[in-house]
């Protein structure tokens, strides 16, 4: 009885840990207050993996320095891209800034000009996580997903079934 009642508080723990972090992470992405970018080069190794996702936060633009790592549109064909800034060419509200991923030798083809009044700069960095996320979204997972739950609800059925004892009838 002891086990049962552990366990029972175990798992309410851990929903209610689960719910507060899916609820904080929810909130910080609908206020702009983070974004999650999934990496899907390893232009920025050995820093930054393939398949990595990277935590990134507001700043102001024209706080820029050399070494941080942003996130921004390529000027050239608008990807999102995951590079850090390793020239400041020129300071104030919009500033230029030329970038690199760490794998490469030389920078980027472009000198980026920063349009807006904030910057999205790299605070973290969740290994491997962006390959789930993209395999979370394929119709095989869907598919997988659905399934689970059907056999799930099927087995708590039965059990319920089994479960149910047969009424006494009196003796008289």
Same mark, same amino acid.
């Given at each position: ?23 904080? $992470?929810? @909130?910080?992405?609908?206020? +702009?207050?983070?974004?999650?970018? =999934?990496?899907?080069? %390893?232009?920025?190794? !050995? ?10 936060? !507001?700043? /102001? ?11 921004? =549109?390529? /000027? ?6 995951? =590079? ?7 300071? %104030? ?8 991923? *760490?794998?490469?030798?030389? /920078? *980027? !083809? ?6 807006? +009044? ?11 996580? %962006? ?13 997988? $997903?659905?399934?689970? %739950? ?12 089994? @479960?149910?004892? !047969? @009424?006494?009838? *009196?003796? @008289?």
């Amino acid at each position: 009885m002891r086990t049962r009642t552990t366990t029972t508080r175990f798992a309410t723990l851990a929903l209610v840990v689960t719910a507060t972090l899916t609820t904080a $992470v929810a @909130a910080g992405l609908a206020t +702009d207050q983070w974004r999650v970018v =999934h990496v899907v080069s %390893g232009s920025m190794r !050995p820093a930054i993996q393939q398949d990595d996702l990277v935590v990134a936060t !507001p700043k /102001p633009a024209r706080s820029v320095e050399t070494g941080q790592v942003l996130v921004f =549109h390529a /000027p050239d064909d608008g990807r999102l891209t995951v =590079h850090r800034v390793v020239e400041v060419l020129e300071r %104030g509200d919009r500033p230029v800034v030329r970038t690199r991923g *760490d794998a490469a030798r030389t /920078p *980027d !083809p472009w000198t980026l000009r920063l349009e807006d +009044d904030i910057v999205w700069t790299v605070r973290r960095t969740v290994p491997a996580v %962006g390959a789930a996320l993209v395999w979370s979204r394929s119709p095989a997972a869907r598919m997988g $997903v659905l399934v689970t %739950g059907a056999i799930l609800f099927v087995l708590l059925g039965l059990r319920a079934i089994w @479960a149910a004892r !047969p @009424a006494v009838a *009196d003796a @008289a």
